[in-house]
């Protein structure tokens, strides 16, 4: 046999090799969070109107553990407390003991971004609520992460039209070892 055939048969078997083994990219991280303690006491927020000022404290702890694990298509997922869940819909009927899974954005590069949407009709009008998960960085293997949680509400209703505001409080986060 050539060198030429053998060479092809090798660098068929090495390629069929690299399918079987999968492509070594980003597969799960975990995070041991610490949200800003000063901003979570008084959560600060900016509406598009330009007004500005303080929401008082979001019930979370200060300490928390995330894990970002890669979707099915490239995508990425976060699970964070299910506290969260509670926060954002009330009382699904969930424990708080359960993971909140948030669908998140590509994980080959950064920033980041985990999105919750939520929708409400009131006699005051209609609300859409938006939580992101926001992790500014160029990789989700890092040793260290920092970023910020947001809600956005806007709000619709006849007499005032529409309007957005956004809280959010920062967090750093250190990578757990596995």
């Given at each position: 046999m050539s060198m030429r055939g053998t060479a092809g048969k090798w660098g068929a078997g090495a390629a069929l090799a690299g399918l079987l083994v999968g492509c070594g990219g980003f597969e799960k991280s975990v995070y041991d969070i610490e949200l800003?303690?000063?901003e979570l006491s008084d959560v600060p927020f900016r509406c598009e109107s330009g007004t500005e000022g303080h929401e008082?404290?979001?019930?979370?702890?200060?300490?928390q553990r995330w894990t970002i694990t890669a979707g099915e298509y490239g995508d990425t997922l976060m699970q964070v407390p299910g506290l969260y869940r509670t926060r954002f819909h009330g009382d699904t009927g969930v424990s708080d003991d359960v993971?909140?899974?948030?669908d998140g954005t590509r994980s080959s590069e950064g920033p980041f971004q985990f999105l919750a949407i939520d929708s409400a009709d009131g006699e005051e009008g209609s609300f859409l609520f938006t939580h992101r998960f926001f992790i500014d960085g160029d990789s989700l293997e890092a040793d260290r992460i920092q970023g910020f949680l947001e809600t956005r509400t806007t709000s619709s209703d006849i007499l005032?039209?529409?309007g957005s505001c956004s809280a959010r409080v920062g967090f750093t986060g250190r990578r757990v070892k596995q």
């Open positions: 800003n303690a000063e008082g404290a979001w019930d979370l702890p200060v300490q993971p909140y899974e948030l005032t039209g529409e």
